[in-house]
């Protein structure tokens, strides 16, 4: 038994997590008048959030930033602006933050898309992110780590305003299949590697991914259309969470 293949699309595969996201994404976007609107999607990385999220901002036109390591305030309130038209974004942080809230209150429908967020879930300024949210009644949607929820329960007045926490999952053997078809079109993947391939990734979307290229590298090396666990190289060279062993000295 293999997985089979179609024709490549250019499109994301529809994996639980884009479904599971879309669904979030919907929810806060047609919520009833006086529900809070902010949103939570975490888990562990490499399950495919961020890839899940930009499909989402694509059908919504919603506004998509990304936080990192030294965003401060500031920085985070010229992302949002620049992300929303204005190149070149002037003024106090107030003024900016102002100016975010006019612009979000237009379009309430338009949903802001915080990416990373555990980078400020931390930090005090997180409530920025609830002034924004109170003042434009925007929906807006934190994506981050596993550890994004507790990080946010420290900051009552953000945490209460959830409408709901999503935690992105793992990939099952339908998520694989689509994966599959999505990274190597044209190549079939033995059951026995399939198989193998989730259990030694834990269902870690990325890792798959690097592991289907590296089917299809190999595949193309030995003119192969069907690859299975010992044409791969048996298990152990499926690259899993796990980096390899020192070698001992000679």
Same mark, same amino acid.
Request: contains cysteine.
């Given at each position: ?124 300024? *997180? ?38 926490? *999503? ?84």
């Amino acid at each position: 038994m293999t997985v089979s293949v179609n024709p490549p699309v250019n499109k994301p595969a529809p994996l639980r997590n884009v479904a599971a996201f879309t669904s979030l994404i919907n929810r806060v976007v047609d919520r009833r008048p006086g529900l809070p609107g902010l949103a939570c999607f975490y888990g562990h990385s490499g399950l495919g959030k961020t890839k899940s999220a930009i499909f989402g901002a694509n059908r919504h036109r919603a506004a998509y930033v990304e936080c990192g390591q030294m965003t401060t305030a500031r920085s985070l309130l010229v992302s949002i602006l620049m992300e929303l038209g204005l190149p070149k974004p002037k003024g106090t942080a107030t003024d900016m933050l102002n100016e975010i809230v006019e612009i979000l209150a237009r379009d309430p429908r338009r949903p802001l898309i915080i990416d990373e967020a555990h980078h400020i879930a931390h930090k005090a300024f *997180v409530d920025v992110v609830r002034e924004l949210h109170d003042k434009s009644d925007a929906p807006i949607v934190l994506i981050g780590e596993e550890t994004l929820p507790k990080h946010l329960e420290a900051y009552e007045r953000v945490h209460n305003r959830m409408l709901d926490w *999503v935690a992105a999952v793992p990939c099952d053997a339908e998520d694989f299949a689509m994966l599959a078809r999505t990274v190597a079109p044209r190549l079939s993947i033995g059951a026995d590697l399939a198989s193998e391939m989730l259990d030694v990734t834990a269902g870690n979307t990325r890792r798959i991914v690097v592991n289907l290229a590296k089917a299809e590298e190999i595949a193309a090396r030995d003119g192969l259309d069907t690859i299975g666990l010992d044409q791969f190289g048996g298990r152990e060279a499926i690259l899993g969470l796990r980096a390899p062993m020192p070698r001992a000295a000679r």
